[in-house]
């Protein structure tokens, strides 16, 4: 089984509103991923968790608050976002330890207005 | 440079025919390379992952990997409408003390299988 699962599905949020993104997995990965994808674009690098702490952020804004509260779970708060952050939002995680395939869940369309 | 180049889409081919999609990368340092195929509003989906010098089958797709040309690509054979799809070969760079491993994406080739 190599399922991710991704809630909500889609979110339309003002630019004053306060939401979060869950994702989750129960493969027994090590390390989960937040990308960013606009529309024709391939998928940007937000943040990488590796064994529950944060080892990589690409520089992304502070009204993005990643957080992974256990091994299975990652979550992504938002707080003042901009027309411009609409886009696909995309968890993935990989086993770590060698093995490095990705699995991407489904993804949350957000529409910030 | 950019770091994954991909040729460029999109790219048409009839229904039954062998589609090549081709990916070079400017990082001699990837030892692991992968193949997506992303419908469009959807998230992407690992179909090869291919680590040695060679060819690897699985089904109607072949991925084909030579390290020292730094060059990955993909056939399908048997193309069907449904491989109608972006494909994407991500450059991966691990990072074995922190254990974690980012992929950056190229562009991507566009495939269009015509019926």
């Known amino acids: 089984d190599t399922e991710v699962t991704q809630t909500p599905k889609h979110l339309v949020m003002g630019m004053t509103n306060k939401k979060s993104l869950k994702c989750e997995q129960h493969?027994?990965?090590?390390?989960m991923y937040w990308y960013k994808q606009k529309a024709k674009k391939p998928p940007e690098l937000m943040f990488v968790?590796?064994?529950?702490?944060?080892?990589i952020n690409e520089s992304v804004p502070s009204r993005f608050s990643p957080e992974c509260p256990n091994s299975s779970l990652l979550n992504l708060h938002l707080h003042a976002l901009q027309p411009e952050d609409s886009a696909l939002y995309l968890c993935?995680?990989?086993?770590?330890?060698?093995?490095?395939?990705?699995?991407f869940g489904p993804g949350t369309r957000l529409t910030v207005t | 440079q950019k770091e994954v180049e991909q040729n460029s889409g999109p790219l048409s081919v009839p229904e039954g025919a062998i589609a090549s999609l081709n990916c070079t990368y400017s990082?001699?340092?990837?030892?692991?390379f992968f193949w997506y195929r992303q419908y469009s509003g959807k998230s992407p989906e690992l179909i090869m992952s291919?680590?040695?010098?060679g060819d690897k089958e699985d089904g109607r797709f072949t991925a084909q990997l030579n390290k020292a040309s730094q060059y990955v690509s993909l056939l399908i054979r048997d193309s069907q409408p449904s491989d109608s799809a972006t494909y994407l070969c991500?450059?991966?760079?691990?990072?074995?003390?922190?254990?974690?491993?980012?992929?950056?994406f190229g562009k991507g080739t566009k495939l269009s299988v015509i019926p």
């Open positions: 993935a995680s990989s086993q770590g330890g060698g093995l490095w395939e990705q699995y």
């Open positions: 493969m027994g990965h090590r390390a």
């Open positions: 968790y590796s064994y529950e702490k944060l080892s």
């Open positions: 990082d001699r340092g990837s030892q692991s």
């Open positions: 291919i680590y040695s010098n």
């Open positions: 991500p450059l991966y760079k691990g990072n074995s003390g922190a254990g974690s491993y980012q992929l950056t």
